[in-house]
């Protein structure tokens, strides 16, 4: 028997199926996206004036 055969699970299934659904999030990345909701628009002008202003962080952004 070869190492491959003595697994617990099949191929392409796993241990866990009643796991964390594909997509979900963890809840600090949410209270970001909640806080940075309607802001975006904002946020990219600022720093489109500062890129072209010449700030190195800015044009890396």
Known sequence: MTPEDE???E???SGNTAGRPKGS????????EANF???AE???REAN????????PALRL
């Open 37 to 39: 909701e309607g802001k």
């Open 7 to 9: 697994t617990q699970f």
């Open 49 to 56: 004036e500062l890129a072209l202003d010449g700030d190195g």
């Open 42 to 44: 904002a946020l990219f």
């Open 25 to 32: 999030r963890n809840r600090p990345t949410l209270a970001l």
């Open 11 to 13: 191929p392409g299934r």
